[in-house]
């Protein structure tokens, strides 16, 4: 057994699923590509919300407004005091929990074993149910709104944008039949009445382009929140698995082997432009399709995990540590490219991504060379 445990979190977990080479990159600190506005409101919201005091508050918000390029310092700071204003408004409206910590990093060492699982949880206590029994309750913070909700309001604005695509594929394939219709009247007659033909032939054919011209753009916005939905379907169970992740630590490190109360807060807001269309959006899907699902909160959700779901979770993420280790030990690991590369923290060091981005651009100038990755000051250990 090595002296010094090889650690992971979910994190390390979930980019090793979805890309070999983003673990290793992960793993060995190679640096980042500039993060997004979002990601960098997103843990300066985590950070200064988990500290009562302002000044301290205040110096986090400075340094995370540094990290972003000069023309989004002004936005994200405004951003960031919104979301922590959120965060702290949450806290106060929350059941009461008992000796609540905050960004709290924790540590299990596996038994028997050199493997050892991290994690960080925003908030974890003690909730009490109506029968004052205690339970343990982990929350995650997240910006933006509630995944479930947004999978609730894409799902109707899909069935109305696939019924209105539906609509106008039937009306080009009319116009289609009656071009049809006349190119064939016209090829069997000639002289003036064939000239009276294709006259209402070429009326119909601009009537046939303007019509596929609709049709298409319809399935572009069918295609779109296709795509969004698809998204929020993700970023839902990620939520999920995180705190999953949380609570199966955490079940280890309390020794607590009973059911724990998970919950996921979002900081985004509905504006009240939006509000206004969602009641439009349900109104227009309750006249086609009838009543819609309920409305999730927009603000979070909750779910329970139990131990024995955990021990069979565990199992799983065990298994996938040795290939892990050997990735880390040889520098060496498979890229997988796609659409998830665009959310990668280290696209722009990744040659497999740069010569995916030449190939999709028509050039395939740029060798599939994989580089070892160059490591940074330090190595990951947790
Ligand atoms: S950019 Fe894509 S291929 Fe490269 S490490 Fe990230 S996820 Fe993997």
């Excluded at 290793?24 to 993060?35: A, D, E, F, H, N």
């Excluded at 599939?368 to 160059?374: C, G, M, R």
Aim: hydrophobic residues 35%; contains cysteine; glycine residues 4%.
């Amino acid at each position: 057994m090595s002296k010094k445990p090889f650690s992971v979190s979910e994190s390390d977990f979930a980019a090793w699923l979805v890309c070999h080479l983003r673990y290793l990159y992960r793993s060995i600190g190679v640096k980042k590509s500039q993060p997004s506005l979002h990601k960098v409101v997103g843990d300066a919201t985590h950070e200064a919300a988990a500290e009562e005091d302002a000044t301290v508050r205040e110096a986090i918000v400075a340094k995370h407004v540094e990290r972003l390029p000069e023309e989004q310092r002004a936005e994200g700071k405004v951003m960031m005091e919104a979301q922590i204003k959120r965060a702290d408004k949450h806290e106060e409206d929350e059941e009461p929990v008992i000796g609540q910590e905050k960004e709290k990093l924790e540590r299990w060492r596996v038994p028997g074993t050199d493997r050892e699982f991290v994690m960080k949880s925003d908030k974890i206590g003690w909730g009490v149910d109506d029968l004052n029994r205690q339970h343990l309750r982990i929350t995650d913070m997240k910006s933006g709104l509630n995944p479930d909700w947004l999978i609730w309001k894409t799902k109707m604005e899909l069935s109305i944008a696939r019924m209105n695509l539906a609509r106008l594929e039937k009306n080009r394939n009319a116009v289609a039949s009656r071009v049809s219709l006349l190119e064939e009247e016209a090829a069997k007659h000639s002289g003036s009445q064939k000239v009276a033909l294709e006259k209402k032939l070429s009326y119909q054919l601009d009537v046939l382009d303007k019509e596929s011209a609709k049709t298409e753009e319809a399935l572009i916005v069918v295609k779109k929140l296709a795509a969004k939905l698809s998204r929020s379907i993700r970023k839902f169970e990620r939520v999920r698995t995180q705190l999953f992740f949380f609570a199966m630590v955490a079940e280890q490190t309390r020794d607590y082997h009973h059911a724990s109360q998970l919950v996921a807060q979002f900081l985004g807001e509905v504006t009240r432009e939006e509000r206004a269309n969602v009641e439009q959006l349900k109104k227009d899907y309750q006249k086609h399709f009838g009543e819609p699902q309920r409305e999730p909160n927009p603000n979070g959700f909750e779910f329970w995990y139990q131990p024995e779901m955990g021990a069979e979770a565990l199992e799983r993420y065990l298994e996938q540590i040795p290939a892990m280790e050997e990735a880390r030990e040889k520098r060496d690991a498979e890229a997988t490219t796609g659409k998830h590369c665009f959310d990668c923290d280290y696209r722009d060091s990744c040659p497999a991504f740069q010569a995916w981005q030449a190939a999709r651009n028509g050039s395939n100038l740029i060798a599939l060379t994989v580089k070892k990755p160059e490591a940074g000051k330090q190595e990951k250990t947790a």
